[in-house]
């Protein structure tokens, strides 16, 4: 049996988008990016492909990735990213019910679709999905799923029946082992994710999602109710007024900004 | 069922003492309880604990302290705190339930609420509860700073995690009372899962960044590693320290360590300094409780001037040696 990966990958909108071009929809209640900004696979989660693949290529032959994703539509050729970087399926829950889901529900519908999935070694993760902001999911799948539960790794080697993960913690690095099967997520400091390359896109191009609505999960409908109910979303007011600094050229600007703060007490 | 009543905050320590995150939540905690007219307790737990630990939190608010001493809190911090959290939850059923949105914080609080099934408001900014029935509600930040979301959880226990910085620390009394219950739960190494094998510390000497007065921050505008030393000499002289945002940790100019913002440090400083940052909301997301943000930006619609009381749009190149030459002439004349 070769090591099977699954890879839970969110379709979000560009975090690149800049803020001013950003709007709340009132009635949907999130954010919504002009009409001609396409949505992008999660940051995060194409680390987490990475992260993967490298597994796969340190074992040729010997490594299947699944990658996951849950929504209530896809665009097509971003949601087959991770295909054309090199993962092997693409499954899609794919539900008006699975619009806009909170993460208690999400991670429910995601650990019922892994069992679904059969048996598997690792289950990956980003960090967190950079709509909002949330963090939740993978520690969720992990409980639903009773697996062990790695975050923030830069590093990913499997050793036999074991994962060992180098994570990101504040002011150094910390190494951790766990038996398998287990989930960890995944940073941007694993390094730059892979861009796909013309045979990949060409694979992708070939390979249909499989696609399971709720009723392929045989989902209690009561856990896909929110659990943390979202009341206003809204942007905050910023008060503050800068006061610019003037002055003969920008060396000068540089001499009035420090006298400036010696003024104030700041320095 | 039995009658759910007080406000338990999931503590940490730091060297020994209470963390300062510990700190705040206490105060936040406090606040609520009173509107409850409940009580506030605290659980703690490390391999040994030192009694200051326990004073520490019982002057900073807690009435009760509950602690836990144990060999796999060492080996695996969070599992093990998991596991004990859970049980106090449990037996005691506080109304609220409160955790820094730490490292361990991080993972500590969906864990918890999934094994509880409720809902959890993560990284909150904010947090009120006008009574029990009501609800606990809360303000968190989303899409990476952009808009806030405000939440509410209708089923208790209400679990929230807190971001560090987002409430000050009550007063330290010393006089208070409060009373420290040793737990000795029975945790079997079957709760153990992830080990650590090993903990390195990769932090530079001097002043740390989250707890630094003032902060020196560089951004990708200054087009490589070279200029950081610059940032680090104007740093020294302000007894501070260097940040930087997450283009500069990506671009591989300075250690991740460095790094400000959602995914990064969280900073507090009298004064952040910022040169050549654009202040994108994932990296004003860092350092929303500093109180007084300076940017040298050569661009005057960067959002960086949006956040900034004192701004100058200049080229660094030629603004940042003037302003270290001047900041040290006029601390050497004090
Ligand atoms: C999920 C997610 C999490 C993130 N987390 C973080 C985080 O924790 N921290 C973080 O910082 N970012 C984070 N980011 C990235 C963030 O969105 C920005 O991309 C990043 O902060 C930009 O860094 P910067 O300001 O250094 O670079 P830029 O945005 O490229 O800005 C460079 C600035 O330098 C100025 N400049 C250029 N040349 C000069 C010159 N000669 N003189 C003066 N000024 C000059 C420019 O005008 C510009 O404003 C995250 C992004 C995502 C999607
Ligand atoms: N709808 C989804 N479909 C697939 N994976 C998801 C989904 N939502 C969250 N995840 C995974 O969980 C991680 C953390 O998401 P979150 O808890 O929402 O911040 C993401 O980086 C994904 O790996």
């Given amino acids: ?19 001013s071009a950003l709007r709340i929809d009132p009635q949907l209640r999130r954010m919504v990016a002009p009409a001609n900004v396409p949505p992008v696979v999660n940051g995060f989660d194409e680390n987490a492909v990475e992260a993967a693949l490298r597994i796969k290529d340190a074992r040729p032959g010997d490594v299947k990735i699944t990658v996951l994703s849950c ?25 008006n019910a699975f619009d806009n889901l909170d993460a208690f529900a999400t991670a429910h519908v995601l650990a019922a679709a892994i069992k679904k999935l059969g048996a598997f070694d690792i289950v990956l993760c980003g960090r967190q999905a950079s709509d909002w902001d949330q963090a939740q999911v993978p520690q969720g799948l992990a409980q639903l799923l009773g697996l062990p539960g790695v975050t923030i790794a830069k590093k990913v080697e499997v050793t036999d029946k074991k994962v060992r993960v180098e994570r990101v913690v504040p002011g150094g690095r910390e190494v951790v082992e766990a038996s398998l099967p287990a989930l960890i997520t995944v ?35 009561a856990l896909l109710q929110p ?8 942007i905050p007011v910023q008060e503050k007024n800068v006061e610019i600094i003037e002055g003969e050229d920008d060396a000068d600007k540089g001499r009035k900004l420090a006298l400036k703060l010696r003024e104030a007490k700041l320095i | 069922m039995s009658s759910t ?30 509107g409850l007219q409940e009580q506030v307790a605290v659980v703690l737990g490390a391999e040994k604990l030192s009694p200051e630990a326990a004073a520490d939190a019982i002057a900073y608010g807690a009435e009760t302290v509950y602690t836990v001493e144990h060999a796999l809190m060492e080996q695996s911090p969070v599992e093990a705190m998991l596991a004990v959290v859970e049980r106090v939850v449990r037996e005691k059923t506080p109304t609220v339930v409160l955790v820094g949105k730490t490292l361990a914080g991080s993972d500590l609080g969906p864990g918890l609420a999934f094994r509880l099934g409720v809902g959890l408001a993560q990284d909150c900014i904010e ?5 029990k029935e009501k609800g606990l509600v809360a303000v968190r930040p989303v899409y990476g700073g952009v808009a806030m979301a405000r939440v509410a959880l209708k089923r208790m226990p209400y679990v929230a995690t807190v971001r560090p910085k987002a409430f000050d620390p009550p007063q330290r009394d010393t006089s208070r009372k409060g009373e420290v219950v ?18 390195a510390s990769e932090e530079s000497a001097g002043v740390r960044l989250e707890d630094a007065r003032v902060v020196v921050g560089g951004g990708r505008g200054l087009g490589g590693p070279e200029p950081f030393q610059m940032l680090e000499e104007l740093a020294k002289l302000l007894g501070g320290a260097v940040g930087a945002s997450r283009a500069v940790c990506d671009a591989g100019w300075v250690p991740y360590h460095y790094q400000i913002g959602l995914t990064g440090k969280t900073i507090a400083p009298d004064l952040y300094i910022t040169v050549a940052i654009s202040g994108a909301s994932q990296h004003m997301a860092g350092c929303s409780g500093a109180r007084n943000i300076v940017a040298i930006n050569k661009d005057r619609d960067s959002n960086i001037f949006k956040e900034a009381r004192f701004g100058v749009v200049a080229d660094w190149k030629k603004a940042l040696p003037a302003f270290a030459e001047t900041v040290k002439e006029l601390v050497k004349s004090g």
């Fill in chain 1, 187 to 221: 940073t941007n400091e694993l390094g730059q994710p892979r861009y796909p390359n013309l045979r990949g896109i060409m694979a992708a191009t070939r390979k249909q999602p499989v696609v399971w609505k709720a009723g392929d999960l045989g989902l209690d409908p």
């Fill in chain 2, 182 to 199: 040793a737990l000795n739960p029975s945790l079997d190494a079957s709760v153990a899962r992830v080990r650590v094998l090993e903990r």
């Fill in chain 1, 227 to 234: 659990a943390v109910e979202l009341q206003e979303l809204f």
């Fill in chain 1, 1 to 19: 049996m070769p090591l099977h990966i699954i890879v839970c990958v969110k379709q979000v909108l560009d975090p690149e988008t800049p803020a």
């Fill in chain 2, 127 to 131: 947090v009120t509860l006008d009574s």
């Fill in chain 1, 71 to 95: 929504g209530k539509s896809f665009a097509m050729e971003v949601i087959k990213k991770p295909l054309s970087m090199g993962c092997d399926e693409l499954v899609l829950l794919q539900d």
């Fill in chain 2, 5 to 34: 009543s007080g406000v338990l905050v999931v503590g940490e320590t730091q060297n020994g003492r209470l963390a300062p995150v510990t700190a705040e939540l206490l105060g936040l905690a406090r606040s609520l309880a009173r």
